[in-house]
Every structure is written in structure tokens, then in C-alpha cells.
């Protein structure tokens, strides 16, 4: 069974860091990528950070880059999400997710994060003023 577990989430002083980390189990995250998104009270979820496995690419979105690092360790089968300078409006609900880098025959993907199949529970980050 296919299953993302992300945790690393907690109560933290606007400036401060916080680690994520999203361990995977049933499959490997070799030849996956692998997406942090998250989602704010009453807002829509947006993605924040995604590693393409195929040519080791990163992305980030605007309002974190410079702030937020992405990385992971193959051998723990784990992504980890380092967030640095932390803002009351990085408070959210963290989650991880996955699919294939490549798709079935005739699947296309319009970006890293495009179609994630395997989703994992979140983890709550709270940032306070």
C-alpha cells in the first residue's frame, strides 16, 4: 500500500524554521516526483515546492523561494522540507504528495506538480506574530 506520512509541523515565532519531513512506504521515490503543497484556513490549497526526480529540477513558488529549501535522501525514501524566515502567512496545513515522473503513453503533464497521485495526511505549521 502506497502511503506519505508528512510531520515535522508545529507552533513557531514569525522568524523562526521550521523541518518537514514526508517519508514514503510502497513505493520508491526514485523515478517520482515529489510535491509540498499546502493549504490556509479558507483559502484554496497551492502548491509550495516540488522535486522532478527525472532531471533533478526543483520548484519553488514565489512567496517562499529564498526561504524554503527542498531536498531528500534515497536511502530513507524521505523529502524534507527546510522553511526558514518563517511568516504568519506560511501558517498552514502541509501536505506531500507524488506520482510517476513519466506517465502512461499519452499522458502529459503541464508541470512538476501536475497530477499527483499519492497524497499524504498534512501537518499543521502555525507561524505567530
Known amino acids: 500500500e502506497v502511503q506519505l506520512q508528512a510531520s515535522g509541523g508545529g507552533l513557531v515565532q514569525s522568524g523562526g524554521y521550521l523541518r518537514l519531513s514526508c517519508a514514503g512506504s510502497?513505493?520508491?521515490?526514485?523515478?517520482?516526483?515529489i510535491a509540498w503543497f499546502r493549504q490556509a484556513p479558507g483559502k484554496e490549497r497551492e502548491v509550495v515546492s516540488c522535486?522532478?526526480?527525472?532531471?533533478?529540477?526543483?520548484y519553488y513558488a514565489d512567496s517562499v523561494k529564498g526561504r524554503f529549501t527542498m531536498s531528500g535522501d534515497s536511502a530513507k525514501n524521505t523529502v524534507y522540507l527546510q522553511m526558514n524566515s518563517l511568516k504568519p502567512e506560511d501558517t498552514a496545513v502541509y501536505f506531500c504528495?507524488?506520482?510517476?515522473?513519466?506517465?502512461?503513453?499519452?499522458?502529459?503533464?503541464?508541470?512538476?506538480?501536475?497530477?499527483?497521485?499519492?497524497w499524504g495526511r498534512g501537518t499543521l505549521v502555525t507561524v505567530s506574530s
Open positions: 522535486i522532478n526526480s527525472g532531471d533533478n529540477s526543483k
Open positions: 504528495a507524488a506520482r510517476p515522473s513519466v506517465g502512461p503513453p499519452g499522458k502529459t503533464y503541464s508541470s512538476c506538480y501536475d497530477g499527483m497521485d499519492f
Open positions: 510502497g513505493f520508491n521515490f526514485d523515478g517520482h516526483n
